[in-house]
């Protein structure tokens, strides 16, 4: 497996997040790409130029630099076996869930039930609908086969999943802890009309995209 770790600046936020994986992690080899706001709208784009350059050679996993390792976590996480789509436990700096699993409405709307939650007894494998892209590993086979759809902004990473589960590839979260502290994120530093405006409208393309699919949920 390889980290595949897309940043916009040398600053003190990337340091930690490099410092957590040397010191937590050192045997993974880290990719780091410098992104330029300018060109690209997601973190998606830069990893589908990057393997379109490079080809897929291994696993990859796709890391943030709003996150750190942890003691122990990348021991834990070969103990289990991979999802072909996995999510790890994300939590806030104050030890609360931030995401583990993600669902959806029968209106397409999507949502996090752990979020928030003490990380108590939550400390199981389990299969669910969708992974956000921080800490998200996908194996080479789907990778290979899968593309992120670029007419989303939002809503990118739960329709990759659903593209991977129509192809009958696996998706789930495994309780593997890492820190996420869910910083503004660099590409999307737009006001607050400009967010919700692109927001809705990437709703509105997942809805056309997979309404027969979403309709056949009574």
């Not at 040397?22 to 589908?48: F, G, H, L, N």
């Not at 990859?60 to 076996?81: I, R, V």
Request: aromatic residues 14%.
């Amino acid at each position: 497996m390889k980290i595949l770790l897309v940043y916009l600046d040398e600053d003190e936020k990337l340091k930690k997040c490099l410092e957590s994986l040397k010191k937590y992690s050192p045997e993974i080899p880290v990719v780091k790409i410098k992104a330029d706001r300018r060109k690209t709208k997601t973190c998606e784009q830069v990893y589908m130029s990057y393997f379109e350059e490079n080809g897929v050679d291994d696993d990859y996993m796709f890391w943030h630099p709003d996150m750190q390792a942890t003691e122990g976590w990348y021991k834990k996480l070969k103990e289990f076996s991979l999802f072909d789509i996995t999510g790890v436990k994300l939590v806030y700096p104050d030890g609360r869930i931030q995401f583990y699993g993600g669902y959806l409405r029968k209106d397409g709307a999507g949502f996090h039930p752990h979020q928030f939650a003490l990380d108590v007894g939550i400390d199981t494998p389990n299969s669910c609908t969708y992974i956000t892209g921080p800490g998200m590993i996908v194996k080479k086979e789907v990778l290979k086969e899968i593309k992120w759809d670029e007419q989303f902004e939002y809503f990118i990473d739960v329709d990759f999943c659903l593209q991977a589960r129509e192809k009958d590839y696996s998706v789930g979260v495994i309780p593997v802890k890492l820190v996420h502290s869910e910083g503004e994120d660099g590409f999307k530093k737009l006001s607050k009309e400009k967010n919700n405006e692109r927001l809705v409208s990437s709703y509105n393309k997942f809805i056309a995209k997979w309404m027969d699919w979403l309709s056949t949920f009574k």
